[in-house]
């Protein structure tokens, strides 16, 4: 299910602020088109749904989606996200940031917007560098990578926004690529179901910067080898398997990345993708403060 | 706008929002879709389209559309769309 | 009660029903008592990670209709500094209770000083209007915070409470009135196609549509046409800061607000603000004993400056003295007023040790010997 381009755009998008400011081929685009397409299938109205965003190319997202839009500063879009939901938690929230804004400058932010457990639905595009300011070293940076300040390659080990996300208590991680759009939609509108934090990392392309920089090819090309870098993970196994995934990489396509997956069961070096974890039972935090104040109203009563 | 109707789909082509990425036409599976000389697609195969929308999927600026007889949702009205304020 | 309490009931009373926060010395106290407040009248207490976060989540909770507060210390105020200035470009109304400690970095975490005056003012980047109320007792403590939440209602602009610790450690006996005069947020009279959340109006502001309703706009940091979206046009940025500057500038008499004590006759004036301003009273009547004619100007309104008043005061009086427990922050301030028409001295310390009476004295009686 596909819904038509220009009802997307008709529907859930700002056309007259098109067309973007995002570079040909960029896959922010498509994330953009996987948020509204989560948005109407789960039924929601827009009126009651907000995008918050950060800063970098991610952070411009906020500008061009028909909902309640912030575009905060760099890095802290889960802190004014957790004060929106708090005050408004009937509201969906979605939160859209980059990798350095998630993990690098808001890595605080992010850390106890999990460790809360409050209802934001997160989306991390994953690009594996700074895109805006001319593609400098992320987090995400794979060992080796060449960066604008990295010319002979990464030496810094890229974080692991899965086990990140496993330490820090959030409710559901899933990793998808801007390659496989059906399952990128489908994995966002399941996070939005989610009561509590639910995070999907996507993996996403700048073939104009990174990729240039690494000879990784054009933007379909680098989108390609997400396909043969990445793989479906079968959940029965991640069920059964006796330790958490360990990956040396955040799941960054431009370098290959050894898995350590589901000890003695499966051995796969490429990134899985799909639901990578669901805690079950988990409670938004602000419905549980919600409760805390009626049940106090109660009492007084 | 560019509509090119020949077969059971059609394709429409929404030149103001393009910006000539080259993505619809790489991921096409059925070679439907060409470059014009400054890298804008044009369907030139329409006729072996078979809607799989891949080129849809793909294109991150809402700038191609496959419409089949019986489309998933409405159709909007693009450049008036972008062009209303 | 003591001035963190005062604060806290103020917030409470004027309608305050969002709090995050992070703990720091000479504050606390105030998040202490709203933890337990604000679930009382079915508000949100929630504390974040760092005060980045808390004034990121204040502005929220603001956008989603709620009345919404911060409280901190130099430390975290320079943290906010960002999110501050966030909600300045942004005409997000909120408040930012700043209880004062000595010198930079740590300094001395549990004593008094009025260090942060100028970072009220200028702490965020770029050029910004602020509205900066000081109280001086408990009483002004509670009144100027319930006063902190209408002013940035009513202007949607971020307003800060800067106190100290003399005031916010004091106790005394305050009146509370049983309903503060509050003024809440309007909606927008118009539809949402006609709704501009960010009119360029003189002198005015645009209701501002709490997120959830019909009205579905963009809020941003970068600079922005009327309907918020980003802008670089040199001529619409200009008319913003038209809006910007003379939201606060058209309403100066509902703004500042300062008291007079003994000015009719006086030779020398103290203009002295927050606790300090207690000591400057008292030496007021100690001078006066003394036959030397010495009167009070405390402005509550400490940005924008009372500029015309001062103007005025300094064309009335031979000297002026500025106590302060700081370097002389506000004296910079005061001097360029004066523009030379009377002489301006501070009395000054930030060790930790509150001004006292006779030190303020012992000013005014050097002056007036000087003048005789």
């Known amino acids: 299910m596909k819904l038509q381009n220009s009802f997307i755009l008709r529907e859930y998008l700002r056309p007259q602020a098109f067309p973007t400011t995002w570079c040909p081929g960029c896959g922010l685009g498509i994330v953009m088109s996987s948020i509204a397409q989560a948005v109407h299938f789960r039924g929601l109205d827009k009126n009651n749904v907000a995008m918050v965003s950060g800063i970098g190319c991610t952070g411009r997202m906020s500008g061009y989606a028909d909902f309640n839009t912030l575009h905060t500063t760099h890095g802290r879009a889960p802190a004014f996200a957790t004060g929106l939901k708090m005050a408004r938690p009937d509201m969906s929230v979605i939160v859209v940031m980059g990798d350095g804004d998630s993990m690098s400058i808001g890595g605080n932010h992010l850390v106890h917007a999990m460790r809360?457990?409050?209802?934001?639905?997160?989306?991390?595009?994953?690009?594996?560098?700074?895109?805006?300011?001319?593609?400098?070293?992320?987090?995400?940076?794979?060992?080796?990578?060449?960066?604008?300040?990295?010319?002979?390659?990464?030496?810094?080990?890229?974080?692991?926004?899965?086990?990140?996300?496993?330490?820090?208590?959030?409710?559901?991680?899933?990793?998808?690529?801007?390659?496989?759009?059906?399952?990128?939609?489908?994995?966002?509108?399941?996070?939005?179901?989610?009561?509590?934090?639910?995070?999907?990392?996507?993996?996403?392309?700048?073939?104009?910067?990174?990729?240039?920089?690494?000879?990784?090819?054009?933007?379909?090309?680098?989108?390609?080898?997400?396909?043969?870098?990445?793989?479906?993970?079968?959940?029965?196994?991640?069920?059964?398997?006796a330790a958490p995934l360990r990956l040396t990489s955040a799941g960054s396509p431009a370098t290959p990345v050894s898995t350590a997956t589901a000890q003695g069961v499966h051995q796969d070096p490429r990134v899985p993708r799909g639901v990578i974890f669901e805690r079950h039972g988990s409670r938004d935090y602000s419905s549980r403060y919600y409760a805390m104040l009626e049940q106090k109203a109660r009492a007084r009563a | 706008m560019d509509i090119v109707a020949r077969g059971i789909y059609r394709i429409n082509l929404y030149r103001e929002l393009c910006k000539a990425c080259g993505l619809c036409i790489a991921w096409c599976p059925q070679q439907v879709l060409f470059p014009d000389a400054q890298g804008y697609p044009l369907a030139n195969a329409i006729e072996r389209c078979v809607n799989c929308k891949a080129c849809e999927r793909h294109c991150p600026d809402f700038a191609i559309e496959v419409i089949p007889p019986e489309p998933e949702s409405e159709i909007a009205d693009v450049p008036s769309l972008i062009h209303a304020r | 009660m003591h001035g963190n309490e005062a604060a806290a009931e103020g917030a409470i009373a004027a309608g305050c029903r969002f709090y995050a926060g992070y703990p720091i010395t000479p504050s606390t106290e105030i998040a202490e008592i709203l933890s337990g407040r604000l679930p009382e009248v079915g508000g949100v207490f929630i504390q974040m990670e760092d005060e980045i976060a808390s004034m990121a989540a204040i502005i929220g909770a603001s956008l989603g209709g709620l009345k919404s507060a911060t409280a901190t210390s130099g430390p975290g105020f320079s943290l906010m500094q960002e999110n501050l200035g966030?909600?300045?470009?942004?005409?997000?109304?909120?408040?930012?209770?700043?209880?004062?400690?000595?010198?930079?970095?740590?300094?001395?975490?549990?004593?008094?000083?009025?260090?942060?005056?100028?970072?009220?003012?200028?702490?965020?980047?770029?050029?910004?209007?602020?509205?900066?109320?000081?109280?001086?007792?408990?009483?002004?403590?509670?009144?100027?915070?319930?006063?902190a939440f209408n002013l940035a209602e009513k202007f949607r602009t971020p307003v800060i409470v800067l106190m100290d610790a003399i005031v916010a450690q004091l106790k005394e006996k305050v009146e509370l009135p049983d309903t503060p005069q509050v003024v809440n947020r309007p909606l927008p009279a118009e539809s949402p196609e006609a709704y501009k959340p960010f009119a360029f109006t003189e002198g005015g502001v645009a209701p501002l549509a709490p997120f959830g309703r019909e009205y579905r706009y963009h809020v941003t940091g970068l600079l922005h046409d009327e309907h918020g979206f980003p802008t670089e046009d040199a001529e619409v940025v200009s008319r913003w800061w038209r809006h910007m500057t003379s939201k606060i500038d058209a309403h100066l008499d509902e703004i500042l607000q300062w008291e007079e004590a003994l000015l009719d006759d006086a030779e020398i004036a103290l203009v002295a603000y927050g606790g300090t301003?207690?000591?400057?009273?008292?030496?007021?009547?100690?001078?006066?004993?003394?036959?030397?004619?010495?009167?009070?100007?405390?402005?509550?309104?400490?940005?924008?400056?009372?500029?015309?008043?001062?103007?005025?005061?300094?064309?009335?009086?031979?000297?002026?003295?500025?106590?302060?427990?700081?370097?002389?922050?506000?004296?910079?301030?005061?001097?360029?007023?004066?523009?030379?028409?009377?002489?301006?001295?501070?009395?000054?310390?930030?060790?930790?040790?509150?001004?006292?009476?006779?030190q303020i004295l012992a000013a005014i009686m050097k002056v007036s010997r000087l003048a005789a």
């Open chain 1, 116 to 241: 809360r457990n409050i209802g934001l639905t997160a989306v991390v595009v994953n690009n594996a560098v700074y895109g805006l300011t001319g593609g400098q070293s992320s987090p995400t940076t794979p060992v080796g990578g060449r960066t604008s300040t990295a010319a002979s390659g990464s030496f810094e080990r890229p974080m692991n926004l899965e086990t990140l996300a496993r330490a820090a208590g959030a409710a559901f991680y899933a990793r998808a690529t801007v390659n496989q759009t059906a399952a990128l939609t489908r994995l966002i509108e399941r996070a939005m179901g989610v009561s509590g934090f639910a995070l999907v990392e996507v993996v996403s392309n700048c073939h104009v910067l990174y990729g240039r920089m690494n000879e990784l090819g054009d933007a379909s090309q680098m989108m390609k080898s997400m396909e043969e870098q990445t793989r479906r993970v079968n959940p029965v196994l991640l069920r059964r398997a």
């Open chain 3, 86 to 147: 966030f909600a300045v470009a942004s005409e997000i109304p909120c408040v930012v209770i700043n209880v004062q400690r000595v010198g930079p970095s740590t300094g001395l975490p549990t004593k008094a000083a009025q260090g942060d005056v100028m970072q009220a003012r200028w702490g965020t980047h770029g050029d910004h209007p602020i509205i900066v109320l000081v109280p001086s007792s408990v009483q002004e403590a509670y009144v100027l915070t319930v006063r």
């Open chain 3, 277 to 358: 301003a207690r000591a400057a009273a008292h030496a007021v009547t100690l001078a006066r004993a003394q036959g030397t004619r010495a009167g009070l100007f405390k402005p509550l309104t400490i940005w924008p400056f009372p500029e015309k008043a001062m103007r005025e005061l300094a064309g009335r009086v031979e000297r002026i003295i500025v106590p302060e427990m700081n370097l002389g922050q506000i004296r910079l301030e005061v001097e360029r007023l004066a523009g030379g028409r009377a002489a301006v001295e501070g009395v000054n310390r930030a060790d930790g040790l509150a001004i006292t009476p006779e």
